[in-house]
Every structure is written in C-alpha cells, then in structure tokens.
C-alpha cells in the first residue's frame, strides 16, 4: 500500500500563493500518474491538475495559468504550486496516485483512476 502525506496547506488572502507537497512512500512506482483533487466546501471533488510518467501535465480550466503541478521522482514528491488564489481556490487538497502508465491525459483527471489517496490539506483563502 503507497502511502501519501501532504503539507503545504493553510491560509492565505486572495492574490497570495502557497505550495503543496505530497510526500509517498517508497514504493510509489515512478510510472505511476499522480494528481491533485481538491473538494470545496458543500460540492463533491474535482480534479486539479495531473501528471504522468513522462512528465505530461493536465490542468482543470479554472486553475490553468495559476497552478503548477511537478514531480521529483528521486524525492517521490509531487508538488502544487498556487498562485494568484481566489476564494474560490478554498477546500481540501489531496494528492493520489496509483494511475495506470499509458492512461489518456484527459481521464488522469477522474478520481476513479487512482488507487492511492493521501488524507487532504485544507487550503483557505480569504477576500
């Protein structure tokens, strides 16, 4: 079983940025995809952003040109850079893994795909 840990979560005013972390276990296999999930408060979560293997990025339309997703595969971290927040960004934030290598970029972003899942980081931002 791969075990994730995010940190990185907490506050911020709108306009502000803050960075993510998702630490795995080591045996998170490098070709595995992994991505971000985030679930606002009241409505059901979403996909954020993904990557796979090779290094192939996919983005919701709503964080696109704001968030950056990377991976050190020799650290087996996964990060979220969020910039220009908007309280609209504000809800747990989850990384998964476990995504099968060669799955279509455009389904890395549904939850069923993966098979790991770490236990959120809530991200606030304020007006």
């Known amino acids: 079983q791969v075990q994730l840990a995010e940190s990185g979560g907490g506050s911020v005013e709108a306009g502000g940025s803050l960075t993510l972390s998702c630490t795995a276990s080591?045996?998170?296999?490098?070709?595995?995809?992994m991505a971000w999930f985030r679930q606002p408060p009241g409505n059901e979560r979403e996909g954020v952003a993904a990557?796979?293997?090779?290094?192939?990025?996919i983005y919701a339309d709503s964080v696109k040109g704001r968030f950056t997703i990377s991976k050190d595969s020799a650290k087996n971290t996964l990060n979220l850079q969020l910039d220009s927040l908007r309280p609209e960004d504000t809800a747990v934030y989850t990384c998964?893994?476990?995504?099968?290598?060669?799955?279509?970029?455009?389904?890395?972003?549904?939850?069923?795909?993966?098979?790991?899942w770490g236990h959120g980081t809530q991200v606030t931002v304020s007006s």
């Open positions: 080591p045996n998170n296999r490098n070709f595995y995809g």
């Open positions: 998964a893994s476990g995504a099968p290598p060669g799955l279509p970029l455009a389904n890395m972003m549904r939850s069923h795909n993966y098979y790991f």
């Open positions: 990557i796979d293997a090779d290094g192939k990025v």
